[in-house]
């Protein structure tokens, strides 16, 4: 007995549908429907740097209400001291680009765990948002880490 295929009703199109091309329905997440989806190293980077963007953003509303922060994996060229960028601003188009590669493998962290990866990557957004205004990267938040002394 041969079989004959199965057509859905209506018109489907190639993209949307919630079908795949063997007509299976589309899997679910790895993680199941309970948990919460993984999230990759560089979904972490993003996240770090979009919150740290916010802060400052948040600080200096004046200074830095028209600059964009920008991620990339690696700079296109060695840098002026003749080694890898972690960072580039460029004050005349009030950008900030932040290389992932370079700041997450090069980093010589004493203790590899989440919160000094996330430290980081923090600290390299206040030192190139603080090369961008001309400002030691401890004046951007002084009252954040007033606990430190």
Known sequence: MARTPRRSGGTASSRGTSRDRHGRAIRSAVTGPRLPLLSTR?????????????????????????????????PSEVGASGGVDRWLTIGAE???????LP???????HRAD????????????FRA?????????????????????
């Not at 919150?51 to 600080?59: I, P, R, S, V």
């Not at 009030?94 to 992932?100: A, D, E, H, P």
């Not at 700041?103 to 962290?109: F, H, P, Q």
């Open 94 to 100: 009030r950008r900030v680009i932040l290389f992932r």
């Open 114 to 125: 989440d919160l000094h990866r996330r430290m980081l990557v923090e600290s390299c957004v």
């Open 42 to 74: 560089a979904d972490l980077f993003e996240s770090t740097v979009i919150q740290a963007a916010e802060y400052l953003k948040d600080m200096w509303p004046d200074e830095l209400s028209d600059v964009t922060f920008e991620i990339a994996g690696l």
């Open 103 to 109: 700041i997450e493998r090069m980093a010589k962290l």
């Open 129 to 149: 948002v603080a090369e961008l205004l001309g400002k030691d990267p401890w004046d951007l938040a002084p009252d954040r880490f007033r606990h430190l002394h």
